[in-house]
T-cell receptor
Framework: DAGITQSPRHKVTETGTPVTLRCHQT?????MYWYRQDPGHGLRLIHY???????DKGEVSDGYSVSRSKTEDFLLTLESATSSQTSVYFC?????????????FGPGTRLTVT | QKEVEQDPGPLSVPEGAIVSLNCTYS??????FMWYRQYSRKGPELLMY????GNKEDGRFTAQVDKSSKYISLFIRDSQPSDSATYLC???????????FGSGTRLSIRP
């Protein structure tokens, strides 16, 4: 998984609680992404970052916020978790100039909201 | 209507068979076409990419793009049990933020 770690790998939480997922890379890549993967929907982009403190919304950003204070770390926060946010979350990275097609994915975080 | 449509399967074939996986799309601005492979409980990994139309071959894998029909295919020759995975097509108009993934086809190769 190309120098990308995600933590935690599994989490069960209750509705209404805040949750933060962490993505850490050792590749010094500029772009970082958060996706969620659900049956029948494939991978959907939540937020992405194109540099430190530079972030933008993706397709399914409602209920999520992100922060990137260092090149290597990209945090995804669910301010108040809901059952609809039960999913597998993947972080990905890519390097500008190498073509936007090559994204490297982390191992995923399986989140269950009860 | 989704921008990218992919048959979810599952698709089960005997070892050695030729496998054909397909996606259709609606956005004519897509220029980059990709196939990712995802093993169970793992992150996706890039298998092949193609720019614009045409074919690209890499070992037992061939990617084909027909932009006039908005249709892409991945062929796997001499399929092996180790090819059993979910295959996701993905497309981009070259924007770093806009890779659109299909929902994935689950493939099983029977020994």
């Amino acid at each position: 998984d190309a120098g990308i770690t995600q933590s935690p790998r599994h989490k069960v939480t209750e509705t209404g609680t805040p949750v933060t997922l962490r993505c850490h890379q050792t590749e010094n890549h500029r772009y970082m992404y958060w996706y969620r993967q659900d049956p029948g929907h494939g991978l959907r982009l939540i937020h992405y970052s194109y540099g430190v403190k530079d972030t933008d919304k993706g397709e399914v950003s409602d209920g999520y916020s992100v922060s990137r204070s260092k090149t290597e770390d990209f945090l995804l926060t669910l301010e108040s978790a809901t059952s609809s946010q039960t999913s597998v979350y993947f972080c990905a990275i890519s390097e500008a100039g190498q073509g936007t097609y090559e994204q490297y994915f982390g191992p995923g975080t399986r989140l269950t909201v009860t | 209507q989704k921008e990218v449509e992919q048959d979810p399967g599952p698709l089960s074939v005997p070892e050695g068979a030729i496998v054909s996986l397909n996606c259709t799309y609606s956005n004519s601005a897509f220029q980059y076409f990709m196939w990712y492979r995802q093993y169970s409980r793992k992150g996706p990994e890039l298998l092949m990419y193609t720019y614009s139309s045409g074919n690209k071959e890499d070992g037992r894998f061939t990617a084909q793009v027909d932009k006039s029909s908005k249709y892409i295919s991945l062929f796997i020759r001499d399929s092996q049990p180790s090819d059993s995975a979910t295959y996701l097509c993905a497309m981009s108009n070259s924007s770093a933020s806009k890779i659109i993934f299909g929902s994935g086809t689950r493939l099983s190769i029977r020994p």
